[in-house]
């Protein structure tokens, strides 16, 4: 792909994605604007919602477990919430070339461990950091703010040159 149309593409990227995310902060109370702020929402809600009292084991919770869909069953869905946002997120992101290329030089293993790791401390630092953040900015303001930041980094990006 030709320098010219990787300008033009990030160009239409930085508007789109200031659009979006200024249209989730407008709808939706803003929870589409950060991976990890989202993540943090999607844990904060399932631990409300685990707080209620139910009897484990009746027809009722058994009958409902089997209407879920099929990972469900198996697994939390937090854990599988969690798992497609960071899975999904990183995909193809910078971080993850440099990993292929560590590991095509290095030991694998090492790679893999030190990559767990990595993403394990930086995950816990944002979900950490997003609890703290969230209670003193509101999520609407941090969504706003994301998407006139797009927007500025995409007007920025169709006013120079490729």
């Given at each position: 792909m030709s320098r010219k149309w990787t300008h033009h593409v990030t160009t239409i990227l930085f508007f789109g994605f200031g659009l979006w995310t200024l249209w989730e902060a407008f709808t939706n109370d803003g929870y589409a604007y950060s991976s990890y702020l989202l993540l943090f929402h999607l844990v904060d809600a399932d631990m409300k919602a685990n707080t209620g009292t139910t009897k484990s084991g009746s027809k009722a919770d058994d009958l409902k477990k089997q209407k879920?869909?099929?990972?469900?069953?198996?697994?939390?869905?937090i854990l599988l919430k969690a798992f497609?946002?960071?899975?999904f997120g990183e995909w193809g992101d910078k971080s993850q070339l440099a990993t292929i290329g560590l590991?095509?030089?290095?030991?694998?293993?090492?790679?893999?461990?030190?990559?767990?790791?990595?993403q394990?401390?930086?995950?816990?630092?944002?979900?950490?950091?997003?609890?703290?953040l969230a209670s003193q900015i509101s999520e609407?303001?941090?969504?706003?703010?994301g998407g006139f930041l797009f927007l500025i980094f995409g007007m920025q990006s169709f006013l120079s040159t490729a």
């Amino acid at each position: 792909m030709s320098r010219k149309w990787t300008h033009h593409v990030t160009t239409i990227l930085f508007f789109g994605f200031g659009l979006w995310t200024l249209w989730e902060a407008f709808t939706n109370d803003g929870y589409a604007y950060s991976s990890y702020l989202l993540l943090f929402h999607l844990v904060d809600a399932d631990m409300k919602a685990n707080t209620g009292t139910t009897k484990s084991g009746s027809k009722a919770d058994d009958l409902k477990k089997q209407k879920r869909p099929f990972l469900t069953q198996f697994f939390s869905p937090i854990l599988l919430k969690a798992f497609s946002i960071t899975f999904f997120g990183e995909w193809g992101d910078k971080s993850q070339l440099a990993t292929i290329g560590l590991a095509a030089d290095e030991n694998p293993l090492g790679v893999v461990l030190g990559g767990i790791l990595g993403q394990a401390l930086c995950t816990t630092a944002a979900v950490i950091g997003g609890k703290s953040l969230a209670s003193q900015i509101s999520e609407k303001m941090i969504g706003l703010s994301g998407g006139f930041l797009f927007l500025i980094f995409g007007m920025q990006s169709f006013l120079s040159t490729a």
